[in-house]
C-alpha cells in the first residue's frame, strides 16, 4: 500500500511489513485546531500551510515468488565472492525543476541498455529542494514514485541520494536546481543561515552547519528539515522499501551532497587547483568559534585571516607555507582552529546520519555518507585544499578514520569516495596532486574502522585507462581464487548517464567493464551470494565522544595495493581497436 503522510484531511498512515514503523519512532499526526504540526516525540512545529505529500496511485510492488536459483558449482561461489555490483548516476535534470520525469520513454530505453549491459543499478538524486518546492512541509513525490517505477520495471535496483543541496556552481553541474524558496526566504532575511566566506561572500548551496540547532525555518532547526524530509520519503516510498528495490540511501551532508565545507565554490570564481577558502565566516559559526576559544582559555584568537584566497597556491599564504615553523597552521592557534573546524563537520555528519538511521530504522537499506576526494597540494606538507574543505589531514596526522569511525557507528554506514578512476600521471604537476595515494589512505581507513567502502569516479570517463583504475580500486590485490577478498568495494558507481556512454566502442568498453567488476561472472541479483547480505537496518550505537573519534587521527600505513589490476579491460591496443571501430562505424553508418 502506499503510505501517506498525514493531513487535514484525515489521511492515515497505511501499514507495511518488514520496514514498517516502529511505534517508538516519531511521527507526523494531523495538524491540531491551533494549525500546528504535532509529532509525537513531542516537537511541535508551526504549519502556515497544511502539510500533504502527494502520491500517485499505489503501485503493484508486492514481491512475487521467485523461482529459487540453481545451486552454484564451487569454482563460481569462489569468483562471485569476488563480484563488485556496480550502478549507474542517473542525469541530473531526471526530474526536473517543475517536478516531472524527463522524457520517460527515452530514459526507459537507456535504462535497459544498463541492464543489457549487466549493471546492477542506479542511482538518483532526490533533491530538497523540487520535492518540498511548494512550502514547509508540502512534499510532492509523484514523479520520483515514476521514476523508481521505470528503474525496477527494467530490472535495476536503486540508491538514492537525499540531496539536501543545491545544484548548480560545482565541476559538473549542467542545471540548476536551488534549495527551496521557502528556505531562500529565510536567506534573505538572515544571510548567516549560508556558508560564508572571508570576505563575506555567502554559498546559497546548502545551509551552513551553524544553524543546525536554530529554529529558524518556520520553527524548525535544520537538522529537524532534513529529518522530516526523510520521514515523508519513507512514508511515501514504503512499498519501494518493502520490495527491496531500493538498496542505498546516501545522506547529503553538504555541497554537492558531500560530507565537507563548499570551499572551492566555481559560483564565486574558484579555479582548479587553488586552494580554496575557509567557510566559517557566518555569525553562527563564528560565534561558536569563539566560546571554543574561549573555554580553551584563549578568547583572544579569532578566525584565520591569512589563509589566502581561493585560487592561491599554499605557498602564497602565511597560513599553509613550506616555509617551516612559519606556516599557521602548525601553530598552536592553528592546530586548534582546524580540529575545531573538522570536528563540527564530523559531528554534523553523525547527527544527520543517527536521525537518518531513525527514520529508516527496519528498513532492509544501508546507510550511506559521501567524502570528496580533494587530491590537488595533497603533496604539498600542509594539504592545503583539504584543510579548507574541512578534512584535517597533514602529516602526522589521518583525517579521514576518524570519519569512518564515525560512520561505522550507525550500523556501518558505508563511506563513499571519490577519484577511483585518476592517476597520478594525469595530474598536473604544479597542483601537486596524488589520487592514487589519496584513495589507498581513505579506503584503508574505511576497512580500519570495519566500515564498508565503495567508490565513483569523480569525472565522466569512458577510456579503458580509466577503467582499469577503478578495477584496481575495487579489488586492490586483486581477484581472490579462494572465496572472499581480504579487502574489495561494497559496489561502485559510475558517473554517469550519458547517450556518450551508450554509443559505439564506448558501450562495448563499458560493458566489458561492468563484466570484469562482477569478476567474470553474469549478473547476480542476490548480494547474499556475493557476500553482500543486505539485512534490516538496526539502531546506531552509542554516541562515540569527540575525543575518542579524534583517537583515529593517528596514522597508519595503509594497506599495500597492486599497482594494475588482475581483471583488465584491455590497454593501447584495445584502445586502437576501439578507434578503428569506430572509423569504420563512421565511414559505413
Keep these: 500500500m502506499l503510505a501517506t503522510t498525514p493531513s487535514s484531511s484525515g489521511v492515515k498512515l497505511q501499514p507495511w511489513g518488514s520496514c514498517r514503523r516502529r511505534a517508538a519512532s516519531p511521527a507526523l499526526l494531523p495538524p491540531t485546531a491551533t494549525g500546528r504540526i504535532v509529532v509525537d516525540s513531542g516537537r511541535t512545529l508551526p504549519s502556515p500551510l497544511p502539510l500533504r505529500a502527494v502520491a500517485s496511485q499505489s503501485a503493484q510492488t508486492s514481491r512475487a515468488p521467485q523461482p529459487q536459483p540453481p545451486p552454484l558449482d564451487v569454482d563460481e561461489e569462489k569468483m562471485l ?39 546492477d543499478g542506479v542511482m538518483a538524486d532526490v533533491w530538497w529542494g523540487i520535492v518540498e518546492g511548494a512550502g514547509p512541509g508540502r512534499y510532492e513525490w509523484r514523479a520520483y514514485r515514476e521514476l523508481f517505477r521505470l528503474a525496477q520495471e527494467e530490472g ?29 526566504d529565510v536567506g534573505e532575511a538572515d544571510p548567516d543561515v549560508y556558508y560564508t566566506s572571508p570576505g563575506g561572500a555567502r554559498n546559497q548551496e546548502y545551509l551552513t552547519i551553524g544553524v543546525d540547532d536554530r529554529p529558524l525555518f518556520h520553527g524548525r532547526t535544520a537538522i529537524q528539515l532534513y529529518a522530516d524530509f526523510m520521514e515523508s520519503f519513507r512514508e511515501n516510498m514504503a512499498d519501494l522499501l518493502e520490495c527491496g528495490l531500493i538498496v542505498d540511501i546516501e545522506v547529503g551532508l553538504g555541497p554537492a551532497g558531500e560530507l565537507r565545507y563548499p570551499s572551492y565554490p566555481e559560483s564565486q570564481g574558484w579555479a582548479f587547483p587553488g586552494i580554496g577558502q575557509f567557510q566559517c565566516y557566518d555569525k553562527y559559526l563564528e560565534e561558536d568559534f569563539r566560546a571554543a576559544a ?13 589563509a589566502g584566497e581561493y585560487n592561491d597556491a599554499p605557498d602564497d599564504t602565511r597560513f599553509f607555507t613550506a616555509d617551516g615553523a612559519g606556516a599557521t597552521y602548525l601553530t598552536e592557534k592553528g592546530r586548534f582552529f582546524l580540529t575545531w573546524y573538522s570536528s563540527k563537520l564530523i559531528e554534523h555528519g553523525d ?11 527496519g528498513c532492509t537499506v544501508k546507510l550511506a555518507a559521501k567524502v570528496s576526494g580533494i587530491h590537488w597540494w595533497y ?32 550500523d556501518g554506514a558505508v563511506l563513499n569516495f571519490t577519484c577511483a578512476e585518476m592517476r597520478n600521471s594525469e595530474q598536473a604537476e604544479e597542483a601537486m596532486s596524488a589520487p592514487e595515494e589519496l584513495v589507498q589512505q581513505v579506503l584503508s581507513a574505511g576497512w580500519r574502522e570495519g566500515t564498508e567502502v565503495a567508490c565513483e569516479n569523480a569525472l565522466p570517463r569512458y577510456d579503458r585507462r580509466a577503467y582499469n583504475q577503478m578495477l584496481k580500486n575495487a579489488r586492490p590485490n586483486g581477484v581472490d581464487l579462494g572465496g572472499v577478498p581480504a579487502r574489495r568495494l561494497a559496489a561502485v558507481t559510475y558517473l554517469r548517464l550519458t547517450d556518450q556512454l551508450l554509443a559505439g566502442n564506448k558501450y562495448r568498453a563499458f560493458k566489458t567493464f561492468v563484466r570484469k567488476m562482477h569478476a567474470d561472472q553474469d549478473y547476480c541479483a542476490d548480494p547474499a551470494q556475493y557476500h553482500r547480505p543486505l539485512k534490516p537496518l538496526e539502531r546506531s550505537r552509542p554516541a562515540v565522544p569527540m575525543d575518542q573519534l579524534l583517537d583515529a587521527t593517528s596514522p597508519e600505513e595503509p594497506y599495500p595495493f597492486d599497482p594494475e589490476t588482475d581483471m583488465s579491460v584491455g590497454g593501447d591496443l584495445a584502445e586502437l581497436i576501439d578507434w578503428a571501430f569506430d572509423k569504420i562505424e563512421w565511414i559505413f553508418g
Design 294 to 306: 574561549t573555554d580553551a582559555g584563549h578568547p583572544e584568537w579569532e578566525l584565520p585571516d591569512d
Design 156 to 184: 535495476l535496483k536503486l540508491q538514492v541520494i537525499m540531496s539536501f543541496h543545491a545544484c548548480g556552481g560545482n565541476v559538473g553541474d549542467a542545471v540548476n536546481i536551488p534549495i527551496p524558496a521557502w528556505v531562500r
Design 81 to 119: 565472492a569476488n563480484y563488485v555490483p556496480v550502478f549507474v548516476m542517473l542525469p541530473l535534470e531526471a526530474i526536473t525543476a517543475e517536478n516531472k520525469v524527463k522524457d520517460a520513454e527515452g530514459l526507459r530505453l537507456k535504462l535497459r541498455r544498463l541492464r543489457e549491459a549487466g549493471v
Design 351 to 361: 547527527r544527520i546520519l543517527d536521525e537518518a538511521n531513525r527514520v529508516f530504522l
Design 379 to 410: 603533496r604539498h606538507p600542509s594539504h592545503a585544499a583539504e584543510l579548507t574543505a574541512g578534512y584535517y589531514n597533514v602529516d602526522g596526522r589521518d583525517g579521514y578514520r576518524a570519519i569512518a569511525r564515525m560512520l561505522a557507528r550507525h
